[in-house]
């Protein structure tokens, strides 16, 4: 009997994964409001200096410090400037009304808030008279232009993954629209005989043994948050032919093709021999509870992917070595599990040698509440909690004890 090869650690088979994947080099532009969740194929420079010109972060009076030699000087209103209007020179002796994102007038060098100032004399036809009632100090209440984005300055560089701040930041620079990387294509079924669609039987009349699909429609919300283009073939029978005649059309025109279930060896699982006959695959046993079966290959120039056909192995096993694997796919950096030390207000006395995903939820005392079943089919402990427990093998946890947390939050962004 030939001996099983150990479990492959997760960092192992990540490196791995990720070594055997080229970012795409097909680009499109699109309108910088459709770049939504898009990785830029090319730096954005700015073309001008944000601001565009000094101007004022108050509301109040724009003003010489050199003519206010006192609290108390009065000093007659010379212009009145509101945002987008052009600023006149200060004559000197004279103050600037001037609103917030105003242009600072030439000469001006402080800005006081108008609460610092008070009208003397505003009657009809004679020039305003503003008492200052504190000392300005040069450069107060003044944004510099350039002090954000200066002129020529790479705002944002190629390989980011563009959210509603980054789109913002290429809209304040000019940019209608944005040079990306084409969407990944990716095809996506899963396997299983006993998987029904729903709509397709009502609960009661399920055959025995049969089960909805699940997997498909979370494999579909996490593909497509993380920009891919999904085909959809649903559901592929427990079928050698069935099997091979999809794997064949699929790598024909997608970047990955995706599959849930049937991954394992048994006489119903046919994704490894049919992947075998059409091009190449490692079949893994990865050192992570829940998730251990995955396999990545090769069918021409398409990516396979494996995953457990338990939804929740399918979920997290996708979270840690496919998201990765995507955003590599489309030119992005990918910061790696960021675990953030929270404290553990729950017990877990049997570790497991492998390395362990709990589900969790953050209470209102700060700390982590545990699902109390963490078994690979609760599907119910994903929708419950907001995050994972990082658990490195065989490490109990004790309550107080401090635990890396991954949120949902971030893994599905």
Known sequence: MTARPPLKPLDEALAQLLAAVVPLD???????????????????????????????????????CADVAQVGTVLPQSQRIAAGMAAQPLAAGTLARIFTGAPLPPGAD???????????????????QVR??????????????????ARGAVVLAAGTRLGPAELGQAAGVGMDSLQVVRRPRVALFSTGDELVMPGACAPADMPPGAIYNSNR??????????????????????????????????????????????VSVGEEDHIKPAVQQLGSLDLWQIAIKPGKPFAH?????????????????SFVTFLLLVRPMLIKLQGAAD???????????????????????????????????????QSSGVLTSLVWGDGLVNVPPAQAIAPGDMVSYLSFAELLA
């Open 297 to 313: 290959g090769r069918i021409g120039q398409a990516h396979f992917v494996g995953l457990p056909g338990n939804p929740v192995s």
């Open 132 to 149: 200052v009632n504190a000392l300005p100090q040069a450069g107060q209440w003044i944004r510099r232009a350039g002090e954000d984005v």
């Open 217 to 262: 429609f979370f494999l579909v919300a996490l593909l497509r948050r993380l920009g891919c283009d999904v085909t959809d073939l649903g559901i592929v029978p427990d079928q050698r032919a069935a099997t091979i005649d999809a794997l064949a059309k699929a790598a024909r025109t997608h970047d990955v093709i995706v599959t849930s279930g049937g």
């Open 26 to 64: 097909a680009v499109e532009r699109v309108a910088t409001l459709d770049a939504d969740g898009r990785v830029l194929a090319q730096d954005v420079v700015s073309a001008l200096h944000l601001p565009p010109q000094d101007n004022s972060s108050m509301d109040g009076y724009a003003l010489r």
């Open 335 to 373: 910061a790696g599990l960021r675990g953030v030390p929270t404290r553990a207000d729950f017990d877990w006395s049997r570790p497991d040698k492998r390395q362990e995903f709990l589900r969790v939820r953050r209470n209102m005392a700060g700390g982590l509440d545990l699902f109390p079943n």
């Open 110 to 128: 402080a800005v006081l808030m108008q609460e610092d100032c008070t009208l003397v004399n505003a009657t009809d036809g004679a020039l305003p």
